[in-house]
């Protein structure tokens, strides 16, 4: 019997210690695909800024089309972008990576983190083109290219950052990774499975059909604390909201909400849904898709509502919501308190937050009806 024995490394489906997904050998293979341009994404830091990054995908396949893109992120994030048609291979950040990606030539770097670790391996990585962030020979922040200068100026004068800036942050990645920006929106894609939990849960509730379905986030991550609306505001805008327009209430939230939560349920004299705190982040996602509207700090779940196309009310108080690209789906809420924004991650007393009212909520949510 005759073995074949070509091999095709240069195809983008080739994994060399195991079958690719179309189980054929290389000799004469239908499926064989060449690599396009390579190009290599590094954005890893917070899965919302990941999120929000996304739309520089159809900005680098406008500029190199039929590209072979990878993306570094962290490890909590890989499923995020694993969905994406438009990513063709994802890698966790970290040293066996980082060796890999050593080994390989890209045809261009994206580097858009500012952490040292990341924009080190970019400054590493074999490209004769890169741009956004790199580490000098100081150990210190600088751009691969004038374009990221904006970008950079932005983290060191809070001037700018707090009070001159307009742009977006899409905007403003856009300009520093020398793309054309035309408003691109978020790419996300939200796999069946991952639907399915709040499909039964649903079921299970005997939620009621045909009445809107409004969301509310209740947490604020575990970095900003000072993001954090009152409980006695969220209390009070589930009364409103089952009195004013007859809405069903879900209460969305991690670990961290998962006391809270509990006493919103216990405490608001009127039926809402509690969605539990043991969802996986895409599970998470998959009951926010089932919400005709969100109610949110600046949080991932204020970027995975807008990229799930939801028509969101975001609570602003110590980060700049000029920043935030809502893409007409969005209403930002912002005391503009007097030492706000301000970016501390605690506050004896966040008045920016607590200025917010439940009424000004239930107005914003009657307006994008």
């Known amino acids: 019997m005759k073995i074949a024995t070509l091999v095709r490394p240069d195809c983008v489906h080739f994994k060399g210690e195991k079958p690719c997904r179309f189980k054929r050998v290389c000799d004469g293979c239908p499926e064989f695909k060449p690599f396009g341009p390579k190009i290599l994404v590094i954005k890893c830091r917070a899965q919302g800024d990941v999120l929000r990054t996304t739309p520089v995908l159809t900005g680098i396949l406008r500029k190199h089309p039929g590209a072979f893109i990878t993306w570094v992120v962290d490890e909590e994030t890989v499923d995020l972008l694993k969905p994406i048609p438009l990513v063709d291979r994802v890698l966790p950040f970290g040293a066996e990576s980082a060796l890999a990606l050593r080994a390989q030539r890209f045809d261009a770097v994206y580097s858009l983190d500012k952490d040292p670790g990341l924009t080190g391996l970019a400054s590493l990585v074999c490209a004769p083109f890169k741009y956004g962030f790199t580490l000098n020979a100081h150990g210190n922040l600088e751009g691969f290219t004038p374009a990221a200068a904006y970008a950079l100026r932005l983290g060191?004068?809070?001037?700018?950052?707090?009070?001159?800036?307009?742009?977006?942050?899409?905007?403003?990645?856009?300009?520093?990774?020398?793309?054309?920006?035309?408003?691109?929106?978020?790419?996300?894609?939200?796999?069946?499975?991952?639907?399915?939990?709040?499909?039964?849960?649903?079921?299970?509730?005997?939620?009621?059909?045909?009445?809107?379905?409004i969301g509310l986030n209740t947490g604020a991550g575990a970095k900003f604390t000072t993001k954090q609306w009152p409980e006695a505001h969220f209390l009070k805008l589930i009364r409103l909201l089952k009195r004013e327009l007859k809405v069903n209430v879900f209460l969305l939230g991690g670990m961290r909400e998962r006391a809270l939560n509990k006493r919103l349920a216990a405490q608001a004299g009127v039926p809402v849904f509690d969605t539990g705190a043991d969802n996986s982040l895409l599970e998470f996602a998959g009951f926010l898709d089932r919400m005709d509207a969100v109610v949110c700090s600046d949080t991932l779940a204020m970027h995975l509502a807008l990229a799930l196309k939801k028509k969101t009310v975001i609570l602003f108080g110590p980060t700049c919501p000029q920043e935030i690209e809502t893409y007409g789906r969005g209403t930002k809420l912002f005391a503009g308190a007097a030492c706000a924004p301000c970016y501390k991650q605690t506050c004896p007393d966040p008045v920016c937050m607590t200025s917010i009212k439940p009424e000004e909520v239930l107005q914003a949510l009657r307006r994008l009806r």
Do not use: H
């Open 156 to 213: 060191v004068d809070d001037e700018l950052k707090f009070k001159i800036n307009r742009k977006t942050y899409q905007r403003m990645i856009f300009e520093a990774a020398e793309l054309d920006y035309r408003d691109d929106d978020y790419i996300f894609v939200l796999p069946d499975a991952a639907k399915a939990k709040a499909a039964a849960f649903f079921k299970a509730k005997r939620v009621p059909a045909g009445r809107p379905s």
